[in-house]
């Protein structure tokens, strides 16, 4: 059974940062696009990067452009995103999400990890 699990989320005061791990079990790594997600009070759940672990292409939103990045540690079956420079703004619920092959959108990943909270103070 496949299983992501997010952590590395808390509080942080603006121009921080903090590092986001999900750890992921249940299927060969390679054969994967991990996502990360986001959904704030009030909002949809919206797109933040995603990371093929077969080949490394990876994919931002704009509102990560410049301040955060995803990377894999296969070895480790641990997707990470890097977030600096944080803001009121991102304050949210962080996901994490897989599926095959790649995509993008939150529509298209069907597997979710129960998230962990990134808190930005002003």
């Known amino acids: 059974e496949l299983q992501l699990v997010e952590s590395g989320g808390g509080l942080v005061q603006a121009g921080g940062s903090l590092r986001l791990s999900c750890a992921i079990s249940?299927?060969?790594?390679?054969?994967?696009?991990i996502g990360w997600f986001r959904h704030a009070p009030g909002e949809e759940r919206e797109g933040v990067a995603c990371?093929?672990?077969?080949?490394?292409?990876?994919h931002y939103a704009d509102l990560a452009e410049g301040r955060f990045t995803i990377y894999s540690d296969n070895a480790e079956n641990t997707v990470y995103l890097q977030m600096n420079s944080l803001k009121p703004e991102d304050t949210a619920v962080y996901y994490c999400?897989?599926?095959?092959?790649?995509?993008?959108?939150?529509?298209?990943?069907?597997?979710w990890g129960q998230g962990t909270q990134v808190t930005v103070s002003s």
């Open positions: 990371i093929s672990v077969v080949d490394g292409r990876t």
């Open positions: 999400a897989a599926v095959r092959g790649w995509a993008t959108a939150v529509m298209d990943f069907g597997s």
């Open positions: 249940g299927f060969t790594f390679d054969d994967y696009d």
